[in-house]
């Protein structure tokens, strides 16, 4: 007599670098999975050294390790979305995109990480070709911030909500199904983010959280898309539950105490919530 198969459990996986501190990269990604309930899965692309105060040095891993790390996670565990984050250089881009147009197709979030909070630049300038040739076509939604929309346009950074529309619109001619144009960057009473896709734009507004505590946000944000993705979520609820997971991660960060400069989200509010006391 065999064991009974096991219900399946949700797997999502990021692509992305590590961030020493853990406050983005792969350990934000991986909190953020499991904060949904979401087996993390992980395939690095570069090691930073990294705080709070910014990114003190990096190390890009070769193409070709970065491809076996892809091979081994594909080839055996059953990914129901994917994440790209940090990816460095051309070639990383590129390995990557061939890896997943000769996987199964599933749903993938591409945040084109370029620059830091602190203002570090994480993607090489000569590599945002290939991203927008290779990555975005590929993608579900891809969640650019107003700066990393700028480079990817070549133009300037939208500074209304009538130019976020149309940037919104111009992303999404570059091939991927879906994009959410981020405004957290701007300034004003509300963040307001623009989510286009085929069938229009929509716009969606949260308070904006007074905090210094905003390392990893982005990073954050792509993530909890990817997991609510991964356990079969539509994609407008999977933005809408995303955003007002990183708000209340905004709101419980003035509490953590983490570093001397831009510190994280808190993206465990609610195990902490019902952890045992120590």
């Avoid at 997971?245 to 983490?258: A, D, E, F, I, N």
Wanted: net charge neutral; proline share 5%.
């Amino acid at each position: 007599m065999t064991d009974a198969a096991p219900s399946k459990t949700a797997i999502a996986l990021t692509i992305a670098g590590s961030d020493s501190s853990g406050g983005a990269g792969i350990q934000a990604d991986l909190k953020t999975f499991s904060a949904f309930g979401v087996y993390g899965a992980s395939v690095i692309t570069a090691l930073t050294a990294q705080n709070t105060r910014g990114v003190q040095g990096i190390e890009s891993v070769p193409d070709g390790f970065v491809a076996a790390q892809l091979h081994s996670v594909l080839s055996d565990l059953e990914i129901g979305a994917i994440k790209t984050g940090m990816l460095a250089n051309a070639g990383i881009v590129k390995t990557v995109a061939r890896a997943l147009r000769e996987a199964p197709p599933r749903p993938l979030v591409v945040d084109p990480v370029m620059v830091a909070t602190s203002g570090d630049v994480l993607l090489k300038p000569d590599s945002v070709d290939a991203l927008k040739r290779e990555l975005v076509p590929l993608a579900t939604l891809i969640t650019p911030n107003l700066a990393e929309a700028a480079i990817l346009l070549g133009s300037g950074e939208a500074k209304s909500e009538a130019e976020m529309l149309d940037q919104s619109r111009a992303l999404l001619a570059l091939g991927c199904r879906a994009v959410l144009l981020k405004g957290g960057h701007a300034t004003g009473d509300s963040a307001v983010d623009v989510l286009a896709d085929a069938m229009g734009t929509e716009r969606l507004e949260l308070p904006r959280i007074d905090t210094p505590n905003t390392h990893g946000t982005g990073c954050t944000l792509s993530a909890a898309v990817a997991a609510l993705l991964a356990r079969g979520a539509a994609l407008a609820d999977a933005v809408h539950r995303a955003k007002a997971y990183v708000w209340q991660g905004l709101q419980h960060s003035r509490g953590l105490g983490v570093g001397h400069g831009r510190g994280p989200l808190d993206h465990l509010f609610a195990i902490r919530r019902t952890a045992l006391p120590a």
